[in-house]
């Protein structure tokens, strides 16, 4: 396939392999960090492990929408649907987050709530002019990706005066996360990041500077596939090697320094910061994610039915926390692979297959019992 | 005056304009008449015709395999078949890959009351055709009706019965550490069909369910000799599935290779599109053929010089693993396993 076969490419991905073989040199490893799930999923479904000498450690971010999603959050999702009788809308990964008391949206479902699994904010626009009668909530999760389709739906349904539609806003930001491991304890052992790729066709690169001009470590931005891993992680041993700190780009193809410029605005106009959001792992963390402006505020769930968000501990078995911010692998979890599946989810990073944990089962376990 | 009333005379179904109703499930006159103008007429052979509740079949000397597959695909009609075809197809595949040579199936019809007469007589054609060119008649079936809205239109539970060939030893536990695991062409054509059209995606090429009758193809391997001893069609869960059920039984793991596996480029480009994995989508006209490793090279020989195998590639190897993993060495050279699938890909898919 056309634009993409380039980059599965296996002898050029030979040799870059030995070109990372060659340069990496130091004494005292690499330890770089992929923020995002998507990089997580491709580093797994190609094996790119066996690409690299092993003291270049690839360390997964909390970049996974669903992974870093409390408990509390999903709570008040489930709550709308089965207290409030709503039609609640939400994409696919999402209904299967555990909630409080062993629940899920997945599990309400079969409970009888009205939950709906949807591919793009267009089905819940749909939806809500199909049940005029009904209350329509569109769950909205994601980092910067997914932002602009929930800011075109909202502003949409204000132009056609949609009055059954409204979103429980849970869209976070990158950058804020990334300060936010800088600043904890696991940040100091990083060397560099793999920066994320369709969050930065939204952004650009120019949000990443401040962690190479104030923190030190180098971010080379990369795109999805195997090969743009790899040559990331190529540039960033050459940083480091040279004592360089710089946000690169390797992703020229499609991100930019300013990013996409009209879906920034769009953002904008329709969403201003929260104070401050708690994340699974993170805890809360200022200024690191979005709700609706005030002239948008009656497509506001959380305000039309006067849910307020409660805090809820993880299970304590659970090290969901710990693996979000790079401290520890899934294999180090007690419950991994036993307690803790895919088909079984007790923690969030073990349902999508860009979560850590769920990567880790499904496309890395055997290295284990080698 | 006489001659006006016609004492066997009942108006034909109009099949054009005509609706189930709940009176074609109630064993009354309706019913009797949707038999015989629509599924009698079409299925039409010497067994159908005895006209009693069950088939009278002749002896058979060997041991008997029997199938059965329920099919609820929506929607009932994609490029490359329709519910019909692929319930005749679907069957005569699960007992072809036991080893067996597929002799008869019976069709039993689930029919929404308001379901278009005009579709269930292309559904009732389709099924007719699939079974004349697979040469397996359809000797007994049964129909009900549910009311609206307790049903999707039609769902369709085929059964099949075959008599297995002499000397064939065929079982999912059979395969063993250096066994090479052949594959008869591409993957993912059913599935990517069926959910192309359901969300409206066009490509510059479409893409064609692979629903088709495997057992001459099953017949022609087995005559060559080879020793085979694994046999699957990999439908629902696809490759990956089917392999991991394999791994399971015979208690081995496996290595594939992924440069090995072929996938038509618009299935490809629709599974990148919806972030699937073709090795978890769904085949009807594929199978899985796991021999001894001196016999591998023949065995492609044979099932490349087949028209339904011409792609058949040797795609990976049987090999000793306490845990069971099917794993794949990636086009880039990494290696990975190939779990499991987690959850639902693609509901109503056969």
């Not at chain 1, 992703?251 to 320094?257: I, P, W």
Request: charged fraction near 20%.
């Amino acid at each position: 396939m056309k634009y993409i076969d380039e980059f599965r490419n296996g002898k050029l991905a030979k040799n870059i392999s030995a070109n990372i073989a060659r340069e990496a040199t130091s004494l005292s490893g690499y330890k770089l960090m992929e923020f995002c799930g998507g990089h997580t999923h491709a580093i797994s479904r190609y094996g790119l492990v066996d690409l690299l000498p092993d003291h270049v450690h690839l360390i997964h971010g909390p970049g996974c929408p669903v992974c870093v999603l409390p408990i509390g959050r999903v709570d008040q999702s489930i709550f709308l649907a089965r207290e409030h009788g709503v039609i609640l809308c939400t994409y696919a990964d999402t209904l299967r987050v555990p909630a409080s008391d062993n629940s899920s949206l997945m599990r309400a479902r079969a409970n009888g709530a009205d939950v709906r699994m949807i591919y793009s904010t267009q089905d819940a626009l749909k939806i809500a002019r199909e049940y005029p009668d009904r209350e329509v909530v569109f769950l909205a999760i994601g980092f910067e990706t997914t932002t602009p389709p929930t800011a075109w739906a909202v502003r949409q349904a204000a132009f056609e005066g949609l009055k059954n539609f409204s979103i429980l806003c849970d869209h976070v930001l990158t950058p804020a996360a990334m300060h936010a491991i800088l600043a904890g304890e696991s940040g100091t052992a990083l060397d560099g990041f793999v920066g994320p790729a369709h969050v930065s066709t939204i952004i650009g690169s120019k949000p990443y500077e401040p962690f190479a001009d104030n923190y030190g470590k180098p971010v080379v931005i990369a795109g999805f596939e195997p090969l743009d891993v790899m040559q990331a992680i190529l540039m960033l041993v050459r940083q480091i090697n040279d004592g360089r700190a710089m946000v690169e780009n390797e992703f020229t193809r499609a991100v930019t320094r300013e990013g996409n410029l009209k879906a920034k605005a769009l953002v904008d106009e329709v969403f201003h910061l929260r104070d401050t959001f708690e994340w699974r792992g993170l805890g809360s963390v200022p200024n690191s994610a979005l709700k609706l402006r005030p002239r948008f505020s009656a497509f506001d769930a959380e305000l039309k039915f006067g849910v307020d968000y409660v805090a809820v501990p993880d299970n304590r078995a659970c090290e969901c926390a710990a693996i979000l911010r790079g401290q520890k692998r899934p294999q180090e979890c007690k419950i991994f692979g036993t307690v803790c599946t895919p088909d079984n989810p007790v923690g969030s990073c073990m349902v999508s297959s860009e979560g850590s944990c769920a990567a880790h089962y499904s496309y890395g376990r055997f290295r284990e019992s080698a | 005056m006489t001659g006006l009333v016609k004492p066997n005379y009942s108006r034909p179904l109009d099949i054009k304009h005509g609706r189930v109703d709940m009176s074609h499930g109630s064993g009354g006159r309706a019913m009797a008449q949707l038999i015989t103008e629509l599924f009698a007429a079409a299925f039409d052979n010497e067994y159908l015709s005895q006209g009693n509740d069950g088939a009278l079949l002749p002896q058979e000397t060997g041991r008997l395999v029997m199938a059965t597959d329920s099919h609820v695909v929506s929607p009932l009609f994609f490029a490359g078949g329709d519910i019909g075809c692929l319930s005749v197809h679907g069957t005569i595949n699960d007992v072809a890959v036991m080893g067996a040579q597929p002799l008869y199936l019976s069709a039993s019809f689930i029919l929404e009351e308001g379901f278009l007469l005009s579709d269930l007589k292309r559904i009732v054609e389709s099924m007719a055709q699939a079974s004349r060119e697979s040469g397996v008649p359809i000797v007994t079936g049964d129909t009900k009706v549910v009311e609206r809205g307790k049903g999707d239109g039609v769902f369709i539970t085929t059964t099949g019965i075959g008599v297995m060939r002499n000397g064939v030893k065929l079982s999912g536990d059979l395969a063993q550490p250096g066994d090479k695991i052949l594959l008869s062409g591409t993957i993912g054509d059913h599935g990517m069909a069926i959910l192309s059209q359901r969300e409206g995606l066009a490509f510059s090429a479409p893409i064609v369910s692979d629903t088709v009758a495997l057992h001459r193809l099953v017949a022609t391997m087995l005559d060559s000799g080879v020793e085979l001893r694994v046999l699957r069609d990999p439908t629902r869960g696809g490759l990956a599935t089917t392999l991991n059920e394999i791994a399971k039984q015979s208690g081995v793991g496996m290595m594939l290779y992924e440069s090995a596996i072929a996938v038509n480029q618009p299935v490809e480009a629709a599974c990148e599109f919806l972030g699937l994995d073709p090795l978890y989508v769904a085949n009807e006209g594929k199978l899985i053929a796991i021999c001894a490793p001196q016999d591998a090279q023949r065995l492609l020989a044979v099932m490349r010089a087949h028209p339904l195998a011409e792609a058949a590639s040797i795609i990976g190897e049987v090999q000793e693993d306490a845990h069971g993993f099917v794993q794949l060495t990636t086009r880039i050279g990494g290696r990975r396993v190939i779990d499991w699938l987690t959850g639902e890909q693609l509901p109503r898919i056969c």
